[in-house]
Every structure is written in structure tokens, then in C-alpha cells.
């Protein structure tokens, strides 16, 4: 029986994504910071440590037999310059270790067991337009983040595509989850629509459904590539 690992599947994208695998008949282990239920497993990303600890229960939960990794989870936490060096520097250092550092941790533990195994294997990274556009004055580090996200996957698709190792990665815009609405709402609320040609932001579902394409279905040709869900916002 195989299994995909999926993170930050408590809520928002994640929680669609888990939903849209499931119904794909597929086996996947939840997590979040706290586990919810008995198909998720907690891990704080904020510690160090804790992505190595999810990567051995997952492994013990699914007898070694991971065939994807979703790096899904992610913090948004504004970081306005004026705040004290320290403050700034440990905010900066928080994000970067949670949407970024946790990701390739876990990238590397299942690029190591699927060369153990000889080889096969697809890695699908949730990373954000902001990759390519910047963000808000007070999200430099969530962009760095993602851009740094965008440039490990395309690393990791070239280094080991030929061993079957696929890797994936998304770029939504502002998606109907907390995480957007918590920054709408900061940011004028409505009137950034303007900025979106589609008139609305994507919902879950939608970023979810390019998730279980990537995990499952996309050619292996495709690997390497980036896939943008911005409604248009963000054409390049
Ligand atoms: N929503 C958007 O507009 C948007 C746009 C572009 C990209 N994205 C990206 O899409 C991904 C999912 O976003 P979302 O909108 O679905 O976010 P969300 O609703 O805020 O959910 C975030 C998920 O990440 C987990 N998480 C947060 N902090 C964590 C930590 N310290 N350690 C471990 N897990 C943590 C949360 O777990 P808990 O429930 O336990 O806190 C939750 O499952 C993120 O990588 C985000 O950057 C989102």
C-alpha cells in the first residue's frame, strides 16, 4: 500500500488537497501543528528539528512506502521594518524556516529514500506568485521564502530526473483561505480584486486539483515545471 504526505492539510489548500487525493482512492498522512485526528501527524516547523521527526513517523506509518511529498504548509505573518532588529531578524528567520527550510528538509529525506529504494518519486511544492513578483512591503521574507522554494524544486527536478525523481511546484495567487483573507482585509479587501482579470480569487479547490495532477497524473516531462494559479493577476 502506498502513501502521499502531504503538509499543512489542517486547513485551506492542504485540507482540499487531502480531500482531493482521498477521493483519488490514495492513502495520505495529514499534518499540521497540532494533529487533529488519527491520519495526521503534528510537527511545529518553527523547531528544527521537527521536520525530521514527521519524516520517520511517516515512514513508520506507511511501512517506508511514500511515493509523494506535498510541501504545502506555510505561514503569512506580516514583518513591518520598524520593528526592533531582533523582532524582524527572528519573524524573518520563522518564515524562512517554516515555508522554506521544513520543505527542503523533507525534500531531501525523501530525494535520499527513494534513491535507497532505486529510484521513482514526485515532490509537489506549494510556493506563491510571490516568487516572481514580490510581495508587500511587510512580507519580504514570505516572497524570499517562495523564490527559494521555486529555485530548490528546479534544482532538485534537474538533478534527479533521471533516477524518476519528478518534482512539481504551483504558484497560486490569493486563494480563498485565511491566509488571503487575513491579508485582503489588511490591504484594502476588495479593491485588489481590480487587480485580478478572473474578478474573484482562486478557491481550494482549484490550487487542490492542480495538487493531485502534479502528485499523480502529470507526465514526467513535465518535471521542473512551475504551474501559475493567479487568476491571470500575475502573467509572465
Ligand atoms: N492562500 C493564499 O492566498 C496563498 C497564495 C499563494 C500561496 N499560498 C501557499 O499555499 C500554502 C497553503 O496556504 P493556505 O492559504 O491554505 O494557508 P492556511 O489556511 O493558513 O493553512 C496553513 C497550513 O500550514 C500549517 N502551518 C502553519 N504554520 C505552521 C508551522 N509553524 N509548522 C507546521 N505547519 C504550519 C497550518 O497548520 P495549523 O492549522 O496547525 O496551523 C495549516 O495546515 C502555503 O504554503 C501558502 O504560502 C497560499
Known sequence: M???????????IGQAAKSALLERGI??????????????????????GAASLLWEEAMERSGGEITAVVNNAGLFEANRLDRSDIEWLDAWEDTLRINLTAAAQLSRFA????????????????????AYRGDSPAHWHYAAAKGGMVAMHKSI??????????????????TDTSMAGDYLDSRGGAGLLADIPLGRVAQPEEIARIIAFCA????????????????ASFVR
Open 111 to 130: 530525494v535520499r529514500h527513494w534513491q535507497k529504494q532505486g529510484g521513482g518519486g514526485r515532490l509537489v511544492h506549494v510556493a506563491s506568485r510571490a
Open 216 to 231: 499523480l497524473d502529470a507526465p514526467a516531462s513535465m518535471t521542473g515545471a512551475v504551474i501559475d494559479a493567479n487568476g
Open 157 to 174: 527536478a534537474r538533478a534527479y530526473a533521471s533516477e524518476g525523481i519528478l518534482s512539481y511546484a504551483i504558484t497560486p495567487g490569493f
Open 27 to 48: 492513502n495520505v498522512i495529514g499534518h499540521a501543528t497540532r494533529a487533529a485526528d488519527v491520519d495526521t501527524i503534528a510537527a511545529d516547523f518553527s523547531n528544527p
Open 2 to 12: 502506498s502513501f502521499i504526505l502531504a503538509t499543512g492539510t489542517s486547513r485551506g
